[in-house]
């Protein structure tokens, strides 16, 4: 068994190194190897990996430094790994796949869970019943994450567009303050924002569909799966191992959230055991695309994507199953 070591990384290195351009495929100027990935509040996994430094004493013997950049939301993971401050980070499928219609070079290489993490939120003792109602509203939503593609589903099954409402974009923790502020009619929210508003200040889930989440995704810039396939390789097992944790330390992972995330153990509770789903397979692939088939006109008629033939080219190149198919199980 190979020597561990952990590795501390003094806060200047946390810094330089997520600051874009420096290197390339995870190489420093100083010959150190570098692995940055992302850890969010809405991504529990991340939370186990960064706490538990699996990845930090695997590979301290390789000389490969671990730093961790936090996303507030898809939207910034995307943006991190377009801009090459991120070689791994985490999305919603669908957000994942605009960005690679839109050009960012990334990969989809693994599935950690099926969330329940977005639907449609109104503030306690709102008038407003259905979807329908918010033709003319004001509803906060975070554009380029699950809960705004949630928001475009929502409305269009109610037979409404974009154009029928407000969208007020705000990232997701001022989504919630906004709505308990009584600045908008209503919000796209997510997890575990959207499950403390519920629990704290009595919001209610206006609308929830399953079906309208669109997993969460880990994704690799194409130049770092090139160049350092064995350190994706590393991620993916390391993904499968902090999902299965959480599924073997159910109370552990609850207290962990809640800390991390400064919600109440209840509100973590609510996330872990009632709306999210870690007994999925890890490839990515055929249940993602029926996914993505069905939000694929929304997302062109909304011009998120610039033509029908730029996302479905994207669908059919971002999938990269091989590194989940050949996992290491814990």
């Not at 330089?16 to 996994?45: F, H, I, K, M, Q």
């Not at 969208?167 to 997510?190: I, M, P």
């Not at 995704?217 to 191992?241: D, G, M």
């Amino acid at each position: 068994m190979r020597k561990t070591v952990a590795v501390v990384l003094a806060a200047a290195l946390l810094l330089t190194g997520c600051v874009a351009g420096e290197d390339s495929g995870g190489s420093a100027a100083d010959g150190t190897t570098r692995l940055r990935l992302d850890y969010a509040y809405w991504n529990p996994a991340s939370l186990v990996l960064r706490e538990q430094r699996w990845l930090e004493e695997e590979l301290a013997d390789e000389g490969v430094s671990v730093s961790w950049l936090q996303s507030a939301g898809s939207n910034k993971a995307n943006e991190n790994l377009r801009a090459g401050a991120l070689d791994v980070g985490s999305t919603a499928g669908v957000a994942a796949l605009v960005a690679r219609a839109n050009g960012s070079p990334i990969k989809t290489v693994g599935v950690f869970s099926q969330p329940e993490w977005a639907a449609v939120v109104v503030a306690k003792g709102s008038a407003i019943t259905s979807v329908a109602q918010l033709k003319g509203r004001r509803v906060a939503a975070t554009k380029g994450t699950d809960p705004y593609f949630f928001l475009l589903q929502a409305l269009d099954e109610a037979g409404l567009t974009p154009g029928d409402v407000t969208v007020v974009n705000l990232q997701h923790a001022d989504g919630k303050t906004a709505l308990e502020r009584g600045d908008v009619d209503a919000w796209a929210g997510l997890d575990p924002h959207m499950a403390q508003t519920q629990v704290d200040a009595g919001s209610t889930l206006l609308y929830r569909n399953v079906a309208f989440n669109t997993y969460g995704v880990l994704n690799a810039r194409e130049e770092f799966v090139s160049t350092h396939p064995e350190l994706v390789q590393r991620v993916v097992n390391a993904y499968e191992r902090a999902r299965q944790w959480i599924v073997a330390h159910p109370d552990q992972a609850v207290e962990l959230l809640a800390r991390e995330s400064q919600v109440s153990p209840a509100v973590a509770r609510v996330v872990l055991a009632e709306r999210t789903r870690f007994d999925v397979d890890p490839v990515p692939g055929a249940a993602q695309r029926q996914v993505f088939e069905r939000v694929l006109p929304i997302l062109v008629a909304d011009g998120n994507v610039r033509t029908d033939a730029e996302a479905r080219a994207a669908l059919d190149s971002i999938f990269e199953p091989r590194f989940a198919q050949a996992r290491a199980q814990p």
